[in-house]
């Protein structure tokens, strides 16, 4: 028989979760709320079948929003420390709200050219309270086995309950999307972009030349 087992999880995908105190929470999202909703009166457009509206992408600038902005900077930063990561700064390049009313969904998506990329939720109607992550790795789903029960193992989409004063961060290159609103109420949430500041000049050069693309932890 088997002396012992184990399972190694190799690159794996990190998503954060980040709750907010409620009471900080409550008083943010009433804040926020009366500052998007200052923003999108009168409503800018029509909207199609199963669209939403979203705000310009510069709220990150604005200095109403400059406490949420520095939740999102201080929660990259730690997403940055649990990695590892040496770099010399990471800066939102993009936030805008999205507000989604019954039959609004977000299709699967990417958000290209940036580092992380993030949710924070300020208004949740029961019912209307998730977002989906799907399996990045092609491959992987070229055979999906039945299965007794799913798990993050076998699956190919991992859902995720939020609520108001959460803050969700995820790799940009991670595919994923949210559901329909089949509430009558509007789902309102946050979404951002951050990347390294200076990529360019600091991040994008060879790290090791002629021994790349693959890098391995030591051990
Ligand atoms: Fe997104």
């Given amino acids: 028989m088997f002396a012992s087992t184990s399972v190694q999880e190799f690159f794996p995908t990190p998503v954060w979760t980040l709750d907010l105190q409620p009471a900080v929470a409550e008083a943010l999202n009433r804040q926020l709320l009366s500052d998007i909703k200052r923003m999108t009166s009168p409503r800018p457009m029509e909207l199609e079948l199963g669209g939403f509206w979203q705000t310009q992408t510069d709220m990150h600038t604005r200095p109403e929003f400059g ?87 076998n699956g190919n989409r991992m859902t995720v309950k939020v609520q108001p004063g959460r803050l969700m961060i995820f790799p940009s290159w991670l595919l994923h999307g949210v559901p329909m609103n089949r509430t009558n109420q509007e789902r309102v949430s946050i979404a951002f972009n951050a990347m390294f500041t200076d990529f360019t000049e600091v991040m994008s050069p060879p790290l090791k030349p002629g021994n790349l693309p693959f890098r391995s932890p030591s051990g």
């Fill in 67 to 153: 406490q949420l902005t520095s939740l999102l900077q201080k929660a990259c930063n730690a997403a940055l420390d649990f990695l590892q990561i040496e770099h010399r700064g990471i800066s939102i390049t993009a936030c805008w709200a999205n507000i989604g009313p019954t039959g609004g969904l977000h299709s699967a998506h990417t958000h290209p050219n940036n580092y992380f990329s993030g949710v924070y939720y300020v208004h949740t109607p029961a019912g209307a309270e998730s977002i989906d992550f799907f399996d990045p790795r092609p491959a992987a789903v070229a055979m999906l086995a039945r299965t007794r029960q799913l798990n993050r193992f």
